[in-house]
């Protein structure tokens, strides 16, 4: 009897220690939050995010919200005759002029003069390249002398008698005339006053 009871007990301690470990091992089971491989997933998710909401930087490494705004391209610039000789007096000759929409332009290229050897005049050195169109101010004073003018000092014409006059002449002696011209800082004509030459 005492070895059946013996039996019996210890029956009943290994039963309850066997639930003891089922509970003990279900508790450590429950499911308190993601397991590694979704803890990763998530982890990658919220990487994702905050990527897609970060402006992608510039070609060129610069951060974009540090980056300066584009600028408007500036107004046309004048011309490179125009910006070359605004505020200059240049020494030209002119190869030929017309008047168009109320405006005067003439056709020039850079020439150089030399003193006459033998008489108060000029010696008129042509110039090499080609001829370029700039305008004269409504404006603009136009002196001219012999053999453009009608004397030897030179005297005021009006813009379209000076093209009559200037376009009356063959080319071979329009290219043996100098003029000194004076330009506004625009580069438009503001003075024509040709060279005595005898």
């Known amino acids: 009897m005492r070895v059946a009871h013996r039996r019996t007990t210890t029956v009943r301690c290994l039963t309850a220690l066997t639930l ?5 091992t279900g508790c450590s089971g429950q499911d308190d939050g993601p397991d590694d491989g979704q803890a990763a997933t998530a982890t990658a998710s919220a990487t994702a995010s905050v990527a897609s909401t970060t402006p992608a930087p510039s070609s060129d490494g610069t951060d974009p919200s540090t980056a300066p705004s584009a600028i408007a391209p500036s107004a046309t610039a004048a011309s490179g005759t125009a910006a070359r000789w605004a505020g200059t ?9 017309r008047t168009a929409d109320g405006r005067t332009y003439l056709s020039v290229r850079p ?12 010696v008129i050195v042509p110039g090499e390249g080609p001829y ?3 305008s004269m101010t409504e404006d603009a004073q ?7 003018g009608d004397a ?10 000076f093209v009559s006059r200037l376009s009356a002449r063959p080319s071979p002696d329009r290219a043996l005339l100098g003029y000194d011209l004076s330009f506004d800082g625009q580069g438009r004509v503001t003075r024509v006053q040709s060279l005595y030459t005898p």
């Open 20 to 24: 003891g470990l089922l509970a003990l």
């Open 111 to 122: 020439a150089e003069k030399k003193p006459h050897p033998q008489f108060e005049a000029w």
């Open 89 to 97: 007096k240049q020494f030209v000759q002119i190869d030929g002029a």
């Open 132 to 134: 370029t169109e700039v």
């Open 152 to 161: 030897k000092h030179p005297a005021a014409y009006a813009q379209d008698e």
């Open 142 to 148: 136009v002196l001219l002398s012999v053999p453009l």
